[in-house]
């Protein structure tokens, strides 16, 4: 296998943990909301839609005004983006989030192109659920395979929350390698700083391609020290790291939110309780982040929601806010049958 490339020996700035919370909080465009309608800045960062309408929670902690079906609106798309997980992302950054993830390797390229070739033929133009693609495509022996298919862009996912569908799409014209460093822009610029293990893992691509990637970005990065390790950032938001305002504000996060990826994990829950609190084995739960910090856990059943604080949180200070907040979500069914309990471990 080759190594991870090295970018930079020489460390470029030293960020403490509340520099890098207060940089990625702005970057996810949690400070504050952007105005009603604006939900393509709302989706930049790529928001995983794995939970029942996470993406549209995700939505909602960045645009004001989102509504239940605004996923489905024109300007976003669903994907099977990084790791296989259903992403609502912005139309034009559809080659980013498919193209973006493809093998350089030629051979690996023509089978994922010869095996997507197969899905559009069963397809015939009409949306089908996997299983049935798999049924019909007996040469594709898995789930897995199917959507590695997918990274082509020749054809997409639909999720309404309770099934899912692939359907024919136009082809994205775009050239791969720009969208291959495009995503890896996009990861740093939302999730850094990190390491090229990081990218590897968010994207589920080979090491070897990680490698050309970093290698193609080296004029782009610095190399920042946090909490005593040596992590990649994009040279340009290193500035706005050490200028980024104290996070203010509560906010709901839903599982897989970017400000809460596991990626994040190890600043944002730095100590072994929190850290399990926040990544449990499964399911995971959603967050209330309160001035950029983990306050609690929460999960919910449609309109009924059980939080979960941390320990040092006063529930007293918060409930009334979190209720309203609660209250307010995009989700489906009367805000006045929201219903918020606090449980103690």
Same mark, same amino acid.
């Given at each position: ?263 994040? &994990? ?5 100590? %072994? @309780?929190?850290? *399990? ?5 499964? /399911? #995971? $739960? !959603? +967050? ?23 320990? &040092? ?5 918060? %409930? @009334?806010?979190? *209720? ?5 979500? /995009? #989700? $489906? !069914? +009367? ?11």
């Amino acid at each position: 296998m080759l190594p991870l490339p090295t970018i930079s020996s020489t460390v470029m700035a030293q960020l403490d943990r509340a520099q890098i919370l207060a940089y990625r909080y702005q970057a996810s465009c949690l400070q504050a909301r952007h105005p009603a309608g604006e939900l393509v800045a709302g989706a930049r960062p790529g928001l995983q839609d794995s939970s029942p309408r996470s993406a549209v929670i995700s939505l909602h902690a960045r645009v004001e005004g989102v509504s239940p079906e605004d996923w489905s609106d024109r300007r976003l798309v669903q994907v099977w983006g990084p790791r296989g997980a259903i992403y609502l992302v912005a139309k034009e950054d559809l080659g980013l989030f498919t193209l973006g993830l493809l093998p350089r390797d030629p051979d690996r390229l023509e089978l994922l192109q010869s095996n997507a070739r197969k899905v559009l033929r069963a397809l015939d133009g009409r949306p089908q659920q996997p299983a049935n693609i798999l049924d019909l495509v007996p040469s594709i022996s898995s789930q897995r395979e199917l959507l590695s298919a997918a990274t082509t862009g020749w054809f997409l996912p639909i999720w309404d929350a309770s099934a899912t569908a692939a359907y024919p799409a136009e082809p994205v014209e775009a050239d791969p390698e720009d969208c291959r460093l495009g995503l890896a822009r996009l990861f740093l610029h939302y999730l850094g700083p990190a390491t090229s293990k990081g990218l590897q893992w968010w994207t589920g691509s080979s090491q070897e391609d990680v490698a050309e990637t970093m290698k193609a970005l080296a004029p782009e990065l610095a190399t920042v020290e946090v909490a005593g390790q040596e992590v990649l950032m994009l040279e340009d938001d290193v500035a706005t790291a050490r200028e980024a305002p104290p996070p203010r504000g509560l906010v709901l996060l839903p599982p897989e939110d970017v400000y809460i990826s596991r990626i994040c &994990g190890p600043l944002l829950a730095p100590s %072994a @309780d929190l850290h *399990a609190r926040l990544y449990p084995q499964a /399911p #995971l $739960p !959603g +967050a209330l982040i309160v001035d950029g910090e983990l306050a609690a856990t929460w999960r919910r059943r449609d309109r009924q929601f059980s939080f979960s604080p941390v320990p &040092g949180t006063q529930i007293g200070d918060l %409930a @009334d806010a979190v *209720a309203e907040e609660a209250a307010a979500l /995009p #989700l $489906p !069914g +009367a805000p006045e049958n929201t219903i918020v309990d606090w449980v103690r471990d």
